[in-house]
């Protein structure tokens, strides 16, 4: 069974840092990209960013861009995102999910609250 | 960046009536297009990729039509569970983008 399961959240000030993992298993890790999805409170989907299998490409939305860092460790079958100089508007439910062409699975998702 | 535009915003139907959902592409994305299935409190579940196949696990009353910039997801005999929002993405650049969401109510 597919399983990713998201850890780090929590509440952080303004211009704070904050590391997301996400722990991937059932699967070859290796084999997938994966991506971080967000989504504020009462609001809809925002894709954060995505890894290809051996980092080969990344890329970020502009929202984040110079602020997140996203990476991956296949030794342990795990996903990160690293956030920096937080901001209230990156307060959300953030998802780790898996590409098969479209995100297949997703994790349940662990909450950023970014509030002074 | 692709944006796309689902429409209606809210839908609200009875049982076992048919759904149709519209999602539409600011340009050109041949059929890669999917569609998720979002309940309160519980994360996305996919339901169609690449525009009209089924995911694992999801039933026949589910179909995915439509190509380059128009695209519909058609629920039949809608079941109190269809309640939720959808919401279509697109991953035919690498940067993925989703629509604003469809809320479909079950009366």
């Known amino acids: 069974e597919v399983l990713l399961v998201e850890s780090g959240g929590g509440l952080v000030k303004p211009g704070g840092s904050l590391r997301l993992s996400c722990a991937a298993s059932?699967?070859?890790?290796?084999?997938?990209?994966m991506n971080w999805v967000r989504q504020a409170p009462g609001k809809g989907l925002e894709w954060v960013s995505s890894v290809t299998p051996y980092s080969s490409n990344i890329d970020y939305a502009d929202s984040v861009m110079g602020r997140f860092t996203i990476s991956r460790d296949d030794a342990n079958n795990s996903l990160s995102l690293q956030m920096n100089s937080l901001r209230a508007e990156d307060t959300a439910v953030y998802y780790c999910?898996?590409?098969?062409?479209?995100?297949?699975?997703w994790g349940r998702g662990t909450l950023v609250t970014v509030s002074s | 960046e692709i944006v796309l535009t689902q429409s209606p915003a809210t839908l609200s139907l009875s049982p076992g009536e048919r759904a149709t959902l519209s999602c539409r592409a600011s340009q050109r994305i041949s059929s890669g297009l999917a569609w998720y299935q979002q309940k309160p409190g519980q994360a996305p579940r996919l339901l169609i990729s690449?525009?009209?196949n089924r995911a694992t696990g999801i039933p026949a009353r589910f179909t995915g039509s439509g190509s380059e910039t128009d695209f519909t997801l058609t629920i039949t005999t809608l079941a109190p569970e269809d309640s939720a929002v959808y919401y279509c993405?697109?991953?035919?650049?690498?940067?993925?983008?989703f629509g604003q969401g469809t809320r479909l109510e079950i009366k």
């Open positions: 993405h697109q991953r035919y650049n690498w940067r993925s983008t």
């Open positions: 999910t898996r590409n098969l062409k479209h995100f297949d699975y």
């Open positions: 690449d525009a009209a």
């Open positions: 059932g699967f070859t890790f290796s084999r997938f990209g």
